[in-house]
């Protein structure tokens, strides 16, 4: 079993249609949690985070941390085309020398 | 600098030859990691270093792949005889340590190496 699940797409959405994005995850020491936007040959793009269990808003991004359930989403509201992009969660223990865990990515495609 | 930088941003070698990609972190960042993301998959870790040293090398897939990093700044990633199958997007990081730990991994633009 991956450390990580995130289902792959890809998705495809009209604009301005709400979003949601996952991640399931198996290590209950995964402390901190991001979500990661990467355009077409470019790095990824650190794009939220949190420590917490509970939601976290950013604009039209809310990051959603679930620990009991060890699952995260990412929404976006109003999504746009300039949103098309792929999308990987990644989570931490925050020990150290920490290492980071990534999800294989989610692919969005936005449509005008 | 402002942000990761990576060199070379696009890498075409013959299989067998030796290549070096250059990876410079952020100012003041002490951790650095190197990440290898192939078509249709994740991001694969390959190696971290904290300062100068490698605490973990437990990613690099075999003895033809090395990094050493230098005065706490430059890293460079070494394959030597590649292979076509190492043919993949080389991706940098590096991470500012808070309270003994490093969170919000910042990425370079990556090295795309093609192995013909």
């Known amino acids: 079993q991956k450390e990580v699940e995130q289902d792959p797409g890809p998705l495809s959405v009209p604009e301005g249609a709400i979003v949601s994005l996952n991640c399931t995850y198996s290590?209950?020491?995964?402390?901190?949690f991001m979500w990661y936007r990467q355009y077409s040959r470019k790095g990824p793009e650190l794009l939220m985070y949190?420590?917490?269990?509970g939601n976290k808003e950013d604009g039209r991004f809310t990051a959603q941390v679930d620990k009991s359930s060890k699952y995260i989403s990412l929404f976006i509201r109003d999504s746009q085309p300039s949103d098309s992009a792929t999308y990987l969660c990644?989570?931490?223990?925050?020990?150290?020398?920490?290492?980071?865990?990534f999800g294989t990515g989610t692919s969005l495609t936005v449509i005008p | 600098g402002a942000g990761v930088s990576q060199s070379p941003s696009n890498k075409v070698t013959e299989k067998g030859k030796d290549v070096e990609l250059r990876c410079d972190p952020i100012?003041?960042?002490?951790?650095l990691y190197w990440y290898r993301q192939s078509l249709g998959q994740g991001l694969e870790f390959l190696i971290y270093?904290?300062?100068?040293?490698?605490?973990?090398k437990s990613g690099l897939p075999s003895d033809r792949f090395s990094a050493e990093r230098t005065g706490g700044s430059v890293s460079t990633l070494t394959i030597q005889r590649t292979q076509q199958e190492d043919s993949a997007v080389y991706l940098c990081?590096?991470?500012?340590?808070?309270?003994?730990?490093?969170?919000?991994?910042?990425f370079g633009s990556g090295t795309q190496l093609s192995v013909l």
């Open positions: 990081a590096s991470s500012l340590e808070v309270a003994g730990h490093n969170e919000k991994l910042f």
């Open positions: 290590n209950s020491a995964f402390q901190y």
């Open positions: 949190t420590y917490s269990s």
């Open positions: 990644a989570m931490t223990p925050l020990n150290t020398g920490n290492q980071f865990y």
């Open positions: 100012s003041g960042h002490t951790a």
């Open positions: 270093f904290q300062g100068n040293s490698a605490p973990d």
